[in-house]
């Protein structure tokens, strides 16, 4: 026995073997992973859903108010890596390009941009919900349609297609965006600062990312196949419904009485 009585190890296994999960399991861990380099580039991820739900058609799968939600939650314990008003301008500002790019993209194509066939990524009767907010709001919709899922991604394009005046539809987007971008997230924020909830965020914050996923996913994937059944029901009820749904694309155009008059006819 060594002097002082301590027993000495026989061999270093035992203190590699120790030494390499103490190494490892902090980069296994959800609070490490967010904390450094992976704070930013989730906030990325983030900005890149909010452009895509708000910019392009498919956009409509992703529930941005349940991730912007928990993304204010998340910023409680400064995941991201930046302050909460740096977070909320990035998902604001992500929002605004994404309204400019629907609208960009329905003022260049045009009607065409509805000359698609029914599918899981498209449907008509989102354009006719979209055209119908249009009609009971006038302008107004581009920051209404903010906070109403499917109508938020179409309503862009939508504008875009009728011509509505850019200047003014960029105003009313930029103040959509902040309100819907930044309000979620404080919403969230606020929600986090509550101790139980900060202390449950932080103590399971392995779950609380799986229930933020499962949540994002599940809703995504039913609402996908639900519209995919169903465009293939209509599909096999024959072609000649189908030349009814995809001439009707002029149809699907709103009237420039409904901005009041004010259009763009710029190409």
Excluded at 16 to 43: Q, R, S, Y
Excluded at 118 to 134: H, I, M, Q, Y
Excluded at 224 to 248: F, N, P
Aim: charged residues 15%; hydrophobic residues 50%; proline residues 6%.
């Amino acid at each position: 026995m060594p002097p002082g009585g301590c027993t000495a190890p026989t061999t270093g296994e035992p203190l590699i073997t120790a030494a390499v999960p103490a190494a490892l399991i902090p980069w296994l861990d959800p609070n490490t992973l967010l904390g450094g380099v992976f704070g930013p580039v989730a906030l990325l991820v983030v900005c890149a859903i909010v452009f895509a739900e708000t910019g392009l058609l498919v956009g409509f799968l992703l529930p941005g108010d349940t991730l912007l939600f928990f993304t204010g939650v998340l910023a409680v314990s400064g995941k991201f890596g930046v302050d909460i008003w740096w977070v909320c301008l990035a998902i604001s500002l992500a929002a605004f390009l994404g309204g400019e790019v629907g609208y960009l993209i329905g003022h260049k194509l045009g009607p065409r941009v509805f000359e698609r066939k029914e599918s899981g990524l498209f449907s008509v009767r989102n354009v006719e919900r979209t055209n119908a907010f249009f009609e009971r709001f006038g302008a107004l919709a581009v920051i209404m349609a903010r906070f109403v899922p499917i109508v938020r991604t179409f309503a862009p394009i939508a504008a875009g297609v009728g011509h509505m005046n850019y200047r003014k539809y960029s105003l009313y987007n930029a103040i959509g965006a902040l309100i819907w971008g930044s309000g979620i997230v404080l919403l969230g924020f606020s929600l986090g600062q509550i101790p139980i909830v900060r202390e449950f965020t932080e103590k399971y914050l392995d779950i609380v990312l799986i229930a933020v996923v499962l949540i994002t996913i599940i809703p995504t994937v039913i609402h996908y196949l639900r519209e995919r059944s169903k465009a293939k029901k209509h599909a096999a009820e024959g072609d000649a419904e189908q030349v009814e749904i995809t001439g009707a694309a002029e149809k699907l155009t709103l009237e420039p009485e409904v901005f009041g008059g004010d259009v763009d006819n710029r190409p």
